[in-house]
């Protein structure tokens, strides 16, 4: 089972698969190995991670693992500082216990010519002692959305069935589960978690979730100046909402003023993500705004939202990004963006269906309309940063996923094509998609956006 914890996870941007996972290997690398007798680490960045590493940060977020951060603990503010420390002093603090030379320029290779046989985004760490021995070499996939295996292991799909009374694999199973116990979605995933932990510390952790969402929304939306990296790229979620806030201040009302204010929460949160800041992958960081940016909508534009609303939401979202997870991919490098925003958009639309009553059914239908819509979507960040179009496309995938949950409700739950059908559409669409599409910066906008 893939629960809660670890589906929506609290991190730093701009990057879940670049960026947190990484940084996650790399803490896991030097907690393994800093009682050594270390006297140098040496890191390759393949596939993926080399190609679009220094536009996701991934260096710096190697070398925040190896000086043992966590993403989820880690102050947005003391990373950069921490970084910066080490690529001056050329000195890393090893796991927080020991000092040895470290230069970023030297140690950390970007290869883009090594094969990657089990993931796009591998990276090989390796410690050696003073007399040049390697005492450890260990090869780690960041598989999408903050996970990381070692690369043995990336192939195999870990869905746990004991440990829960509802295991479920696909959207059919979670219709049959439905159908025989009566239970809704959200019921039976929480069932599954409160399998795991008590429910007082579920619920903690939803509201955690929910709670730095909205926060990094309100951070977006208060702050201004231009992201990070080179492209000049100027923040707008402060200038919208300055324009809406005056306009409401002159009783100026205008039809698409919901679809305005969502596309708003959206890009404010991966605005966010783009400078570095606070956020939770949803399922990604490149996503990261959707599920947020409908959250914000149906907590503050839907009659009758409840705190138990927001709760639903959440956990029915967890159970289909845990579908795409088990049985295609929600890594750009892999699926391409499909599976970063079109996942986002089928989690969101789910969620808003369960908030506002729908049945399981027509929670899958939503889920089903919002990843259909969404098929084929490339990866093709220019200058490999999550700034353009990424940006954007949470706003796109934000509205995309109201309006599926809405063609959802209007149904009966009937369709012709089921959300499995979509999954295994989306796996065999990115299987075929063209590698240069796929987080690379190699086609696309990547290469055609200088010449606009």
Not at 329 to 352: D, K, T
Request: charged letters at 20%; hydrophobic letters at 40%; glycine letters at 12%.
């Amino acid at each position: 089972m893939i629960s809660v914890f670890e589906l929506f996870k609290v991190g730093i941007g701009p990057s879940s698969s670049h960026t947190v996972g990484p940084m996650k290997a790399a803490a896991a690398f030097s907690e393994a190995v800093a009682k050594g007798a270390v006297s140098r680490v040496a890191v390759d960045l393949l596939g993926s991670l080399a190609w679009t590493g220094k536009g996701h940060g991934t260096d710096g977020a190697v070398m925040l693992g190896l000086a043992g951060q966590h993403p989820e603990t880690v102050d947005p503010d003391a990373a950069q500082h921490i970084v910066a420390e080490i690529r001056d002093s050329k000195r890393l603090n090893l796991g927080g216990r020991r000092i040895i030379t470290f230069d970023p320029a030297q140690d950390i290779r970007f290869d883009t010519i090594s094969d990657t046989p089990r993931h796009p985004n591998t990276l090989r760490l390796v410690a050696y002692d003073a007399e040049g021995n390697t005492l450890s070499d260990q090869r780690w996939c960041s598989v999408g959305g903050g996970f990381v295996v070692r690369e043995a292991e990336a192939e195999e799909t870990a869905i746990g069935t004991a440990e829960v009374p509802y295991p479920f694999a696909n959207g059919a199973d979670l219709l049959r589960i439905g159908r025989d116990t009566g239970l809704s979605i959200e019921e039976l995933v929480c069932a599954n978690e409160r399998a795991l932990r008590p429910a007082a510390e579920i619920d903690a952790y939803l509201d955690l979730i929910a709670d730095t969402m909205n926060a990094c929304i309100d951070r977006g939306l208060a702050t201004e100046g231009h992201l990070p990296g080179g492209l000049e790229v100027k923040r707008r979620a402060r200038s919208i909402n300055k324009r809406y806030l005056a306009n409401q201040h002159r009783n100026i009302r205008h039809a698409h003023e919901v679809m305005d204010l969502v596309s708003m929460f959206a890009i404010a949160v991966n605005e966010e993500n783009a400078a570095g800041g606070r956020v939770v992958t949803a399922p990604t960081n490149g996503a990261a705004g959707v599920v947020p940016a409908v959250l914000r909508y149906y907590r503050d534009h839907c009659q009758g939202a409840t705190q138990g609303g927001v709760k639903a939401f959440l956990l029915t979202a967890t159970a289909i990004g845990a579908l795409f997870k088990m049985n295609a991919s929600i890594s750009g490098a892999e699926v391409g963006c499909q599976g970063e925003i079109g996942v986002a958009c089928a989690m969101a639309a789910a969620g808003l269906a369960a908030a506002l009553g729908g049945s399981n059914e027509q929670i899958e239908n939503a889920a089903e309309i919002g990843m259909e819509h969404h098929l084929g979507m490339t990866c093709d960040p220019v200058g490999g940063l999550v700034q353009i179009p990424c940006i954007e496309r949470n706003a796109f995938g934000a509205v995309k996923a109201i309006n599926a949950a809405s063609l959802a409700l209007h149904g009966d739950g009937t369709h012709r094509v089921s959300l499995d059908q979509v999954i295994a559409t989306m796996r065999q669409t990115g299987a075929d998609m063209h590698s240069k599409y796929k987080e690379t910066s190699q086609g696309g906008l990547a290469v055609n956006f200088t010449a606009c």
